[in-house]
């Protein structure tokens, strides 16, 4: 029976998806809301609905198809490489268009053949968005968060100001903020009065008593919480990552990157050139990117049509490699997303790494395209 609020063309849309040889899945509308709180990022978690079960197991209704399907994927525990599509109900606050909403798309796991994998990845994206919203001019914009992070590491911070950029990434204003904090450290916020002493001496016994005596007055369980040593060392860790300074080279070799902007036929020239300019050692990120453009460039795709801005990025927090989005209009909406996301299938429970890369498809706002028309 069809569900109610499909646009008319679902059907249709459900048949193409058959054609990629993908396994459609029906994934339940009551997901466990763990997974989505630990892995789908701030800009997400805030908008999930949530729900209890009689024993007290945090729910929510399924906001988005990705990390179900490969939940599903794992406890099944069948071989790969092997591909799904999907097509149903998405349940999240926004802003436009109500708060539930139909995608459609398809997860691709475990084809070792990552830029082949990138690339029909983004190639079904663009077709199904020609073929179901047609005579529209679409725009493509692709980011690599993978060259991003090997970027951060060449410049040589400390591994936790790697994972705070990284973690940033594709946020423009929080990104912005941490890189004016590493330009002036002097403006990070001071620590609490009570701590300062003990971190400006060095004093680590002091600062562990300091933290006990605090939890035992205000009754906080060494037992059911971080240790007075677990407390004092984040606190030194922290003080250590906000004193630190970019120097004014990296810092304007981070600069320089992220304002790459370039056609995509003209992305492996610009970041070989930005590399050499600043210095780094990329090869290894600069190597996966040139495949995956050939990878595009052997399935057809105009390379010289789609857009390669080196600070965009998707506000996911399981995003490892290739990002990118399909969009339309002078207010450029969004019609098709995704991007490749292999951390999360171990982070997920699988006994091996799995490759995976996917998208989705927004249907009400092909359906609002298609009849503006």
Not at 59 to 69: G, H, Q
Not at 113 to 119: G, L, N, S
Not at 128 to 141: E, N
Not at 327 to 355: C, E, F, H, K
């Amino acid at each position: 029976m069809p569900q109610a609020g499909l646009p008319d063309f679902a059907t249709d849309l459900a048949h193409a998806l058959d054609a990629l040889d993908a396994i459609r899945v029906d994934i339940p509308v009551i997901q466990p809301a763990e997974p989505f709180l630990d892995m789908a990022g701030e800009d997400l978690r805030r908008r999930i609905f949530l729900t209890e079960s009689e024993t007290g197991e945090s729910l929510c209704l399924r906001p988005e198809f990705t990390i179900p399907v490969c939940s599903a994927h794992i406890a099944e525990n069948v071989a790969t490489p092997r591909r799904y599509c999907y097509l149903g109900q998405v349940f999240r606050q926004r802003r436009e268009g109500g708060n539930e909403f139909f995608q459609a798309g398809v997860e691709d796991l475990g084809e070792p053949d990552e830029a082949r994998a990138d690339a029909r990845a983004l190639s079904e994206a663009r077709a199904l968005i020609a073929q179901f919203a047609p005579a529209q001019h679409l725009s493509i914009i692709l980011g690599d968060q993978s060259v991003f992070e090997a970027v951060v590491a060449g410049l040589g911070l400390p591994s936790g100001w790697q994972k705070r950029l990284v973690h940033a990434f594709g946020n423009e204003q929080a990104l912005d903020a941490m890189i004016a904090k590493l330009a002036n450290p002097e403006g990070a916020a001071l620590p609490d009065a009570s701590v300062a002493s003990f971190l400006a001496n060095g004093d680590v016994a002091g600062l562990e008593a300091h933290i006990e005596e605090v939890m035992q007055q205000t009754g906080y369980s060494t037992n059911a919480s971080r240790s007075p040593a677990e407390i004092a060392a984040r606190l030194i860790a922290k003080q250590t990552l906000d004193a630190t300074r970019l120097s004014a080279g990296s810092l304007n070799a981070l600069k320089a990157f992220l304002a790459l902007d370039v056609p995509l036929d003209q992305a492996a020239s610009a970041l070989s050139g930005f590399a050499r300019d600043a210095g780094l050692d990329i090869k290894v990120a600069q190597r996966a990117f040139e495949a995956r453009l050939d990878a595009l460039s052997e399935r057809g795709e105009d390379l010289g049509a789609i857009r390669w801005r080196a600070a965009f990025g998707r506000p996911l927090d399981y995003y490892t490699g290739l990002v990118f989005e399909i969009s339309t209009g002078a207010d450029n909406l969004v019609l098709a997303g995704g991007g490749r996301y292999d951390r999360m299938m171990t982070l997920l429970g699988a006994q091996d790494p799995i490759p995976a890369v996917g998208f989705s498809l927004w249907l009400d706002r092909i359906e609002t395209v298609r009849a503006g028309q």
